[in-house]
């Protein structure tokens, strides 16, 4: 069996057997899970409540986080912070905070790469490398959280020395445009929500994805409300249903962007194997089972997908289900032929959807000017 990488990767049990091995008192294991989840430390150095000598025997053989960050990106309104991290093996995965008014939201991944093809997605045109540990997925959620409460200091360090400017270079990636972004405007100093929406297919990594949503949702570790966390999801039936008998009301998203088999097999390779019958099927299973209503993610896509032919369909394919549908206006990849619809046209698709019973929001793009959409960022620092 492969040995941990970080402490993340151990449940508080198994952390304290490994302290108990090293002859360390039981309450250091409590010690050391407060430090982790509620002190959001990032360096056992900084666990000053333990001996000098644990300290540095948790540094060399179980560091506190197994992310090391290797680039990082903020858009110029500063609302959006995309940061692509290292893995232990070299490897590199994408995370993206987006501040709002009343929230403060990260995207995380599941996967080094993705293994679903979508053809307008840079991650889904790279492949997949291999799945993330559970501890690799919540480190991402910590680091954001990190990152908030440090900004929150110097929010206030600037706001008491007046002199100083509140600026900032727009990125920290070596060869990226200088200019400068103001401060990002939301008024919550702490992370609110969490979207398993980035890099790979949360459900083709089902377990170690639910381990870490476990951690994440457990009030003695980070202690996020599960309704404040989103899955998305391709469109996999088999895990549609399985989450349906999680205890955990996480809530469920579905990536759709097509409302027939002939476009969406073009879009999603995966509709080939699960057309979209059979997603809709698991959907329903889950509505029923769970009584709650389900996201379904339709990424616009100018003369592809965004015609009120295309919407009229998607009303009638989803008419009668307890469902809301995100529209969003694609992310678009440099070179690539599927381009984002305008904003008149993701307007009038709103409008036919609503017309129609469906609920409908156009949302708002963000990070646009840092290569936001996944796998950007990776697709360029990789070459």
Not at 113 to 137: D, H, K, P, S, Y
Not at 238 to 245: L, S
Not at 263 to 281: D, F, G, K, M, S
Not at 300 to 320: F, S, V
Request: aromatic share 6%; with cysteine; charged share 20%.
């Amino acid at each position: 069996m492969a040995q941990p990488t970080s402490l993340l990767e151990l449940n508080k049990a198994e952390l304290a057997a490994r302290l108990a091995a090293w002859h360390a008192p039981r309450y250091r294991a409590d010690q050391v899970w407060e430090w982790l989840y509620k002190k959001l430390a990032a360096d056992p150095a900084e666990m000053t409540n333990l001996p000098a000598e644990l300290r540095d025997r948790l540094a060399a053989e179980l560091p506190a986080t197994p992310l090391t960050q290797a680039a990082e990106q903020r858009s110029r309104d500063g609302q959006t912070v995309k940061w692509l991290f290292r893995l232990p093996d070299g490897l590199s995965i994408e995370t993206v905070l987006m501040r709002y008014d009343e929230r403060n939201t990260v995207c995380i991944s599941t996967q080094a790469g993705c293994a679903m093809g979508c053809v307008f997605c840079a991650t889904g045109q790279a492949g997949l490398a291999r799945n993330l540990t559970a501890g690799e997925i919540v480190a991402q959620v910590l680091a954001a959280a990190r990152w908030l409460v440090e900004d929150e200091g110097r929010k206030t360090k600037d706001e008491s020395s007046p002199a100083q400017t509140t600026f900032a270079p727009s990125s920290s990636v070596v060869g990226h445009p200088s200019s400068f972004v103001g401060r990002p405007s939301s008024s919550v100093g702490h992370l609110t929500n969490i979207v398993v929406m980035g890099m790979g297919e949360p459900f083709a990594n089902y377990d170690r994805t639910w381990a870490a949503l476990r951690t994440l949702t457990d009030p003695g570790a980070f202690g996020l409300g599960a309704r404040h966390i989103t899955v998305s999801t391709v469109g996999l039936p088999q895990g549609i249903r399985k989450m349906a008998d999680e205890p955990l009301q996480i809530n469920l998203a579905v990536s759709l962007h097509a409302a027939n088999d002939a476009l969406r097999t073009q879009l999603v390779p995966i509709n080939h194997r699960y057309p979209i019958a059979e997603v809709l099927a698991a959907v329903r299973d889950y509505v029923a089972r769970t009584k709650r209503r389900v996201t379904f993610e339709y990424a616009l896509m100018n003369g592809i997908n965004d015609t009120p032919g295309h919407a009229r369909e998607l009303g009638a394919l989803l008419k009668g289900l307890l469902c809301h549908v995100n529209l969003i206006p694609l992310n678009p990849v440099a070179e690539s032929p599927y381009q984002p619809a305008t904003a008149e046209n993701a307007a009038q698709f709103q409008q036919i959807l609503d017309a129609r019973g469906i609920a409908a929001t156009v949302r708002m793009r963000r990070g646009l000017d840092i290569d936001a959409g996944c796998g950007q960022l990776r697709r360029r620092m990789n070459g």
